[in-house]
């Protein structure tokens, strides 16, 4: 499986943006897709993430700003209310359970105040 995100770029806090992921291959196997970042200095945490039958779950810190949607293999990020927290590589993972096999090659989101 493949998996190619896009969608990153500098906006201004309060703004909005969407990440896009397209997932490639042996997509059947694919049960779970999900977001990730990493700031700098700083671990890689979940953002959120979604199931086959749409079950979400969410980081509380993105809780009510950010909607994560998906569409067969293909997963969407949209990120409201941007704030300059959020700044980090964002990156797409996917895999038959939560235990992540396959990740995207990450895509840099800056948010100015």
């Known amino acids: 499986v493949q998996l190619q995100a896009s969608g990153g770029g500098l906006v201004q806090a309060g703004g909005s943006q969407r990440l896009s992921c397209v997932a490639s291959?042996?997509?059947?196997?694919?049960?779970?897709m999900g977001w990730y970042r990493q700031a700098p200095g700083k671990q890689r945490e979940l953002v959120a993430e979604?199931?086959?039958?749409?079950s979400t779950n969410y980081a509380d810190s993105v809780k009510g700003r950010f909607t994560i949607s998906r569409d067969n293999a293909k997963v969407y990020l949209q990120m409201n209310s941007l704030k300059p927290q959020d700044t980090a590589v964002y990156y797409c993972?996917?895999?038959?359970?939560?235990?992540?096999?396959?990740w995207g090659q990450g895509t840099q989101v800056t948010v100015s105040s």
């Open positions: 979604i199931t086959a039958g749409g």
């Open positions: 291959g042996s997509i059947f196997s694919i049960n779970v």
């Open positions: 993972a996917a895999g038959s359970t939560y235990e992540y096999e396959y």
